[in-house]
């Protein structure tokens, strides 16, 4: 056999789809989608409970407590996927899920509820056209996935400058456009590298099924992000 006949053989066997990956990628959504509704079930639920919401906003304690909680949870999945269990890493991420839910429950009180689902559905659209457009693309989105990556490193100093120093609403609106930009590409970005990732899966071994739940907990945050950002270019105060 020659060397260009090898070549082509080894890179269509690279380029393969496994038998397992159909089965992974609809878990991938499965898992985001459920996480979503839990979010959203929790947000709905303390909005329109007066204990709890008392009991998360009036308290400064109660909820710090809970935003590193959910920064400690992001950053243990993320850090020791590898050695959790499959059961454990997707309780950790269900219960990330419903913290996150108690603290984006603030946004019923700042926006009817019209907006919110509006916006949601907004978001849903334009995650939806992103994330295929990521998966069916043949343009490599490596190089443009780190430029976003820098891109949000930026936007988070940026937006803490503007919290902590400017307070300026202009700025705000200008930095809300530039993280809708971010996240939409965003999600087309790790769309194409989970496909990568789980297209050469051998089986729906435990190793498969926690990288697809990594995919799910990157996919939700890139929808949750892009949410509150046009949240807040869209949204009315009430």
């Known amino acids: 056999m020659e060397q260009q006949d090898l070549d082509r053989l080894i ?6 789809l496994s038998l397992a990956f159909p089965a992974l990628m609809r878990k991938v959504y499965v898992w985001m989608t459920l996480a979503l509704i839990i979010t959203g079930v929790t947000a709905y ?31 243990g999945i993320s850090r020791f996927i590898d050695r959790l269990s499959l059961t454990t ?10 913290l ?3 603290t984006l429950s603030v946004i019923f009180l700042v926006y009817s509820a019209d907006v919110i689902t509006k916006v949601f559905f907004i978001t849903a659209g334009t995650f939806g056209v992103m994330a295929a457009f990521g998966y069916f693309t043949k343009a490599d989105l490596t190089g443009l996935g780190k430029l976003l990556i820098m891109a949000l490193v930026g936007l988070i100093i940026a937006s803490l400058v503007n919290l902590l120093l400017l307070k300026s609403s202009s700025f705000d609106l200008i930095l809300s456009y530039i993280g809708v930009l971010v996240f939409v590409g965003l999600t ?18 435990e190793g498969a099924q ?21 949240l807040r270019i869209f949204g009315r105060e009430r």
């Open 100 to 102: 996150n839910g108690a």
């Open 188 to 205: 087309a970005y790790d769309s194409q590298k989970i496909k990568r990732m789980l297209a050469q899966a051998e089986d729906m071994g």
């Open 89 to 98: 890493a997707t309780l950790l991420f269900i219960l990330y899920s419903a």
């Open 11 to 16: 890179r269509e066997k690279e380029g393969a």
């Open 210 to 230: 926690k990288t697809a739940l990594m995919g799910s907990l990157t996919l939700y945050l890139d929808f949750i992000n892009l949410f509150l950002y046009l």
């Open 45 to 75: 639920g303390v909005a329109h409970s007066e204990v709890l919401m008392q009991s998360v906003y009036e308290s400064r304690g109660i909820f710090w407590a809970l935003l590193l909680a959910e920064l400690g949870l992001v950053y």
